[in-house]
């Protein structure tokens, strides 16, 4: 979260410089275990980041820092939560935490397939397979318990706008080599095998990748023409930019679950699947 990592950045200023200023550099676990601090939900910004009076930094624990940067670091922070409570509204419930990882895994899965169902939502097109950089999403995991809308804010802080692109099965075929070849990505609506860095196999709605066929592509606009080296529109037979911006897309999606009543949860399903690969 976005304010979780103002946290790492304090306790990181409280830990590398002394009232001295002489600067050490070490790593140290963000994990409240040193001052307390921690994630702020709802109005327990005091109990979850300490006070300052005075020029003087009490943190949550106790422990009392007047000198060096972490006081100057702990006021910015504790002045800024009026600003930021609209960021701690609990937009959804996860039993468990959804993680991030290569070569696909629960959030990846989950915001591809977001991106699929609501692609084809706004287009009114067919929707066939989803594309999305792993590089896009930046959430390590949606953590277990409350998911604060923080929590998307941080997972898709740029403005990549939904994109419908149609392919010929032969282009669609050159990107999954080169996402093989290179770097894997997050996929939907296709299941692939890799072996190395070769691309053993693609289907899609379990027929084989047909070159001759077309197909719509749901992406973000970020790669149409290069970024992450993917160029999703080269040769594109057709292409519609959407207004819709991948955080409104999860967010569509994540308010409907919740207003169900149901918890927000994801799974893999063996879409993307690699074996003898080291590395990307």
Known sequence: MVQTKLIALSAAALLLVSCAGTVQWRRYAMDASRT?????EGDNAPQALGRFDGGVYTAPDG??????????????MLDAQEKMAPLREVVAYAPVAIPKAKPE????????????????????????VG????????????????????????????????CWVQLSGADLRRLFEQIARENIQAIGGARLVIDGTKLVSAKIAGQPLDDAKDYGVATVDFLLDG????????????????????YDAMMNYVRAETAAGRPLTYQTDGRVQIQNREGK
């Open 105 to 128: 895994s629960p959030l990846s899965n989950l915001a591809v397939d977001v991106l699929m169902a609501q692609t084809e939502a706004a287009t009114g097109k067919k929707v066939d």
């Open 227 to 246: 970024g992450d080296k993917l160029y999703v529109a080269r040769n594109a037979k057709d292409l519609v930019i959407t207004k819709m911006m991948i």
């Open 36 to 40: 307390g601090v921690h994630a702020v």
């Open 131 to 162: 594309l999305m950089n792993f590089g896009g999403i930046r959430l390590n995991e949606i953590p277990q318990g409350n998911v604060l809308l923080d929590d998307f804010v941080s997972m898709f802080p740029f403005k990549n706008h939904l």
């Open 63 to 76: 422990k009392v820092f007047d000198c060096g940067v972490t006081p100057a670091v702990a006021k910015i």
